[in-house]
């Protein structure tokens, strides 16, 4: 069993940073990709960013430039690191981590249950 914990959402004023925090566990063989989604409300779930265990980072338009993908190796967490924050990136932000568990050779997707965030402004 995969699980995902997602942290580090909260509100803030407009230009404003948060850090999010992604972190996988149970039994994992690998994890290829992981990638950040955000659901405004009433709207659909969208993809803002995204890491290859290989370091290959991709973002969506609206974030390049504000926004970075990397990872904690000390804490084995995938990090979002989120600058000058706009009353527009209010929503859940989502980590879905595409893992290979334990016992597979299939590449699944596992979601967290996702993180506030809310930029007033």
């Known amino acids: 069993q995969v699980q995902v914990q997602e942290s580090g959402g909260g509100a803030v004023q407009a230009g404003g940073s948060l850090r999010l925090s992604c972190v996988a566990s149970?039994?994992?063989?690998?994890?290829?990709?992981v990638e950040w989604h955000r659901q405004a409300p009433g709207s659909r779930r969208e993809l803002v960013a995204g890491?290859?265990?290989?370091?290959?980072?991709d973002y969506a338009d609206s974030v390049k430039g504000r926004f970075t993908i990397s990872k904690d190796y000390a804490k084995n967490a995938v990090i979002l690191e989120m600058n000058n924050l706009q009353p527009e990136d209010t929503g859940v932000y989502y980590c879905?981590?595409?893992?290979?568990?334990?016992?597979?050779?299939?590449?699944?997707?596992?979601w967290g249950q996702g993180t506030q965030v809310t930029v007033s402004s």
């Open positions: 879905k981590t595409k893992a290979v568990p334990s016992g597979s050779v299939r590449i699944s997707d596992y």
């Open positions: 149970g039994s994992i063989v690998g994890i290829p990709y």
């Open positions: 890491r290859s265990s290989s370091g290959s980072t």
